[in-house]
């Protein structure tokens, strides 16, 4: 009887004894569970699909801000969601300041208080056109204030002179008629200069700043047409290239089966320093064809040339 107990015994402390050597079975942990040495860690790199599209400007920004400086007649700095933006004005023209000038630099500064007048510190609403911003970084926009639009109303006052930025024209049509009507009314820089100064008084607007010419006194009108595009196609570009006397003001009409051309591009111009001038024109897709005359006059002194010619629309 104790024998037996003796070897059931034996028995049981047999079985509990721990295997050892190859009777051990060997546990192996997958090599992407285990435990990072220090130093061995390398964070999981994550990549974009490369059909992600990078973010639009355009999208992001708000066309609210808040007017924060006036730099001069046709640029301010906004503040749009916390960030500084320097805007430039589409499709006109202000003087800038040239101290070596005092009359450029009095026009400059009349213009900037102008613009301080329309925006400052006010909140605007912002317009796009086709362009996001030009080579300097500069938002291309056109600027309101409530139901004010003010690049138009800076032509209207006369302070800006419309200048075209292919592909930015929505209003260039707009800004042309408003120039006329303030050459005609001579307001702002188009104002008849007084008698007792030293530049002539004449009943033509004074020359736009960006030429940096003066109508010449006492000089003799003449005007050249040097060149015209034709043929041209519908749906293509026409340039008409001109010379007249430096400072001179001059005008294009382009006359259609329709009547005068209201493409832009055919706004008033003044002539360089050597007396050229230049238009560039889109011709209509729905244009006829036939022979079309071109008329360009030049005003100076108080005396107006014109001159014709005529293109071919293919």
Known sequence: MVFTFLLILVSVISSCTPLTGAEAPTISVPQSTKAPQPGQFSPPVLSLPSSVPAPDISSALSNQARVVRVIDGDTIEVDISGKVYRVRYIGIDTPEYDYSRPDVASLAEKATNANTALVGNKVVRLERDVSETDRYGRLLRYVYVGDLFVNAELVKLGWAEIYSYPPDTKYDGLFANLQREAINAGVGRWATPPA???????????????????????????????????????????????????????????????????????????????????????????????????????????????????????
């Not at 340039?239 to 005008?251: D, E, K, Q």
């Open 196 to 314: 007792n100064t030293s530049v002539p008084a004449t009943t033509q607007p004074a020359n736009p700043v960006q030429s940096s010419v003066q109508p010449a006194p006492n000089s003799e009108i003449s005007l050249q047409i040097v060149s015209v595009t034709t043929p041209a196609k519908r749906g293509s570009s026409a340039t008409l290239v001109a010379r007249s006397v430096p400072g001179a003001y001059c005008a294009i009409t382009v006359y259609y089966k329709s009547g005068p051309s209201t493409a832009s591009g055919l706004y008033d111009k003044v002539a360089d320093g050597s007396g050229n001038v230049s238009w560039t024109w889109t011709v209509g897709t729905n244009t006829t064809p036939g022979s079309w005359l071109i008329e360009v006059k030049a005003t100076s002194g108080g005396k107006t040339v014109s001159e014709t010619t005529h293109f071919t629309v293919q």
